[in-house]
């Protein structure tokens, strides 16, 4: 029942799809299929998907298939490509009024996260834009909301502006203006209840807000978790008030999100911001590439082959190749290779792109965590050129002291070690493996 | 009688019953729009059963989240019964389509509703869990409510001392609820506070303590094991606790609900559902496929926003729910 990646799915059809020369119809019906249902399983609108099968299969009959790809890689590539297409490009902008203060008005259905989402934008304005916003509490139904934020504000020594449950939101966003101007605040973040996008008297209420205080900017908070009524949502949010952005929240999860395309589907607006995760902090630009893989089920061998080819060049990996093969590989090549590693993306995704991998036993499961990976980098920094060259050389007392340079400890530089020697043998036999098969094989950087 | 005629006698019989019908239908009266709507039309455009008849069927019960596998699976099985009783019209299919999705909730079981199962005279303890935001205090109050009506004793734990303003929210509805609220200060450990929740409980000769826990994504392994702590320091104290573990779900969530559920049972051993949000658009349809393959049944809905907004579930009516506009028609 766990939705197995794409990929998986994939792995069976494209070996049915052999062979050169143009992609048919066959091909791509048969592929197609698989893509809706993983597209499906993501939780990406019917309706979306529809039109976005319909589009891929009229690209793709017919095309020419790449040298390097069978049919079925060529498939999956548009597919990647039109799904990139419609997610739009990066854009996590924040409008800058004329004349302070500029207000931004967060709004959506209740428990999407717009109050901690509010508590998150107000620090990354401050921290990465240097303003000094102000906080508006304007959910006067759910209990406790007001006073939610205010405990947010304290968290960031922000000021929070409140009328207590009893005022009218129109007039709190009203006098929060009022006041951000005669204290200097450049922004003001207006927090607003969770409502139904049906409930009409609510609806109403913050069209009544926006014409009151004439934001610059208006979010959709949606959690990335919603299913096919995402598409209803945003839609009436967008229609009603006429959004500028959208702010996907829990995308720690482990959702696939298809939400996401959806959303930006019906409104053709901007998502902006993930929250990616319960801190303060945790609130980053949205990537809409690295979502269309999450979508896809991220096992898209494709990708993986053009980020290996682009972030690893053709000389270094043959270097590699041949040092994995003398076991000559050091702990500075190791480094390197984190190094790569890391620019391609979160390792997670990285292991599920790896053809097979999830059937590998013992990676399935494989928490993969970047702070372990952190610590690793710090160990190595630790040690001297010769140790890295030579890690023979290791005794009692260098140990100590590598644990003593990175922070950790001596079991962790132990493990380590061990993982490392366990790893040379392990590269030998893959090496080795490889041999054996012609062509051009997967050639990964750290395998 | 055709199973829809049944469907609606059940909730004409006594008045009770009517009133359980209606709630559902007043509350999922936006659900029930596009989804029987969309039925409705479907059978309109298509008088003959055919492959574009079930394609279409398809999407409509997908559109209501009811998930990949479990549609493609009823939709064969639709196939099958058309074939065996030669339906041609569409307009005889109807009744087949609600009857086959009464029949996911409940495979072979028998057709009850599952209550909550408290103990008579000792005290019983429910814990609630779910991931952030999908309503855990707000239905907690709700319950509260419910079961002081019943006549019970209810004391609550504010097991949420993470997100800023949750103590602060259950207090508010513990006293909307009028029962008592047992907390500590924000950052403090949720296992000391469910533990301090069961003594005074006990102290108060409560028969219900219900044990608030902060919301939290079921892929973080660390949080997922401070909840099998607290469970632990239930089951220490209380025999046979906790009585209840109720996973709250909201009913706009997608796909991920039956991970959910499954990450949750596998910590803390679910053993009812709370769908909330169903008052929306939203057609929380994944709980079918939770029940046919996590077998966890749904106990309560809820239903709007008010304190009497929580309805104990019944599969009848859910689908009553989604399908009324249709029978209404028919007569």
């Known amino acids: 029942m766990a939705f197995e990646g794409l990929a998986d799915r994939l792995q069976s059809t494209i070996k049915k799809i052999t062979g050169k020369g143009k992609v048919n119809e066959q091909d791509v019906k ?12 993501a939780d990406v609108n019917f309706k979306v998907v529809k039109d976005l099968i319909k589009r891929i299969k009229e690209r793709a009959i017919g095309q020419e298939v790449m040298e390097s790809l069978t049919p079925g890689q060529q498939v999956i590539k548009v597919v990647k490509e039109e799904l990139t297409e419609l997610m739009g490009g990066e854009n996590s902008k924040i409008a800058v009024a004329d004349r302070a203060p500029t207000v931004i008005m967060m709004v959506g259905l209740q428990g999407a996260g717009k109050t901690t989402t509010t508590g998150k934008l107000a620090n990354l304005l401050r921290k990465k834009h240097n303003r000094t916003p102000l906080l508006a509490a304007c959910d ?153 893989s999450r979508i896809l ?35 500075d090549d190791f480094l390197e290779q984190m190094g790569q590693v890391k620019n391609m993306g979160p390792l997670d995704d990285l292991m599920a792109m790896i053809p097979g991998a999830s059937k590998m036993k013992g990676l399935k499961n494989a928490q993969l965590d970047e702070k372990q990976l952190s610590h690793v980098e710090a160990i190595i920094q630790s ?46 036999q893959m090496t080795n493996m490889q041999k054996g098969k012609k062509g051009k094989g997967m050639k990964l950087p750290f395998m | 009688m ?26 999922m009266k936006k659900s029930r729009q596009t989804f029987s709507g969309k039925i409705n039309d479907l059978i309109a455009r298509y008088r003959k059963v055919d492959e ?61 509703i599952e209550g909550l199962k408290l103990e008579e005279k000792e005290l019983s303890v429910i ?20 079961l002081k009506l019943q006549g019970k004793k209810v004391v609550l734990a504010a097991g949420d001392t993470f997100r800023a303003g949750a103590i602060e929210q259950l207090e508010v509805w513990g006293e909307r609820a009028g029962v008592d609220v ?103 349809g994944i709980v079918l496929a939770i029940r046919k393959e996590l077998n966890i049944p749904v106990k309560y809905v809820g239903l709007g926003e008010r304190i009497d907004d929580l309805q104990e579930f019944n599969a009848h009516a859910f689908v009553y729910g989604l399908f009324a506009d249709m029978l209404e028609e028919a007569e």
Request: glycine share 8%.
């Open chain 1, 30 to 41: 048969e592929m197609t299929r698989e893509v809706r249902l993983a597209l499906l399983e």
């Open chain 1, 140 to 292: 006067v139904y759910r209990p406790a909301a007001i006073k939610q934020l205010e405990t947010l504000g304290e968290q960031l020594t922000m000021p929070v502006f409140s009328m207590g449950t009893e005022a009218n939101p129109i007039d709190i966003a009203k006098k929060a203006i009022e006041k951000a101007k005669e204290e200097h605040h450049d922004y003001v973040i207006i927090d607003t209840a969770g409502r139904l996008h049906v409930d009409n008297e609510l609806m109403d209420e913050l069209q009544g807000i926006k014409t009151a205080v004439k934001p610059d900017e208006i979010f959709l908070v949606v959690d990335s978790m919603t299913g096919q009524d995402a598409v209803n949502v945003a839609e009436s949010f967008n229609e009603q008030l006429d959004l500028t952005g959208v702010v996907l929240t829990k995308l720690d999860g482990d959702t696939r999100g298809g939400a996401a395309l959806s959303i930006k589907a019906v409104t053709d607006k901007p998502i902006k911001f993930a929250g990616m995760g319960e801190k303060l902090d945790q609130l980053e630009a949205f990537h809409p590439e690295r979502m269309a």
């Open chain 1, 297 to 331: 089920g991220m096992g898209d061998v494709l990708s993986l082959i053009e980020k290996a080819q682009t972030n690893v060049d053709e000389k270094q990996a043959k270097e590699l190749e041949e040092k994995m093969r003398t076991m000559s590989f050091t702990f």
């Open chain 1, 383 to 428: 040690m001297t050129k010769k140790e890295r060259q030579d890690p023979g050389l290791m005794n009692a007392s260098r140990k100590k002291r590598i644990a003593k340079g990175s922070g950790t400890s001596v079991s962790q530089v132990n493990r380590l070690l061990k993982q490392f020697d366990e790893m040379k043998k392990m590269m030998k």
């Open chain 2, 2 to 27: 055709g199973f829809m005629d049944k469907l609606k006698n059940r909730f004409k019989q006594n008045e009770e019953a009517e009133e359980v019908s209606t709630k559902y239908k007043e509350g």
């Open chain 2, 52 to 112: 574009d008849f079930f394609e279409e069927l398809e999407e409509v019960l997908i559109s209501a989240d009811v998930g990949v596998t479990t549609v493609m699976d009823l939709v064969e099985e639709l196939k099958m019964e058309v074939k065996r009783q030669n339906i041609k019209d569409t307009k005889d299919i109807k009744e087949t389509i609600s009857e086959k999705l009464v029949e996911i909730y409940y495979g072979e079981d028998d057709e009850k």
């Open chain 2, 127 to 146: 814990l609630v869990v779910g991931v952030n935001g999908v309503g855990k205090t707000t239905s907690i109050g709700k319950l509260a409510n419910q």
């Open chain 2, 182 to 284: 047992v907390k500590q200060g924000a950052g403090s450990d949720p296992a000391a506070v469910i533990f301090d929740g069961i003594k005074s409980a006990k102290a108060k000769n409560a028969d219900v303590l219900i044990c608030d826990t902060a919301g939290r994504l079921q892929n973080k392994v660390n949080l997922m094991n401070e909840l099998s702590k607290v469970k632990r320091v239930i089951e220490r104290e209380v025999p046979n606790a906790p009585h209840e573990v109720l996973l709250v779900l909201d009913a706009t969530t997608g796909q991920n609900a039956l991970n959910q559920a499954k990450t949750f049972s596998e910590s803390t051993n679910v053993s009812g559902i709370v769908l909330t949000k169903l008052d929306g658009t939203a057609k929380g």
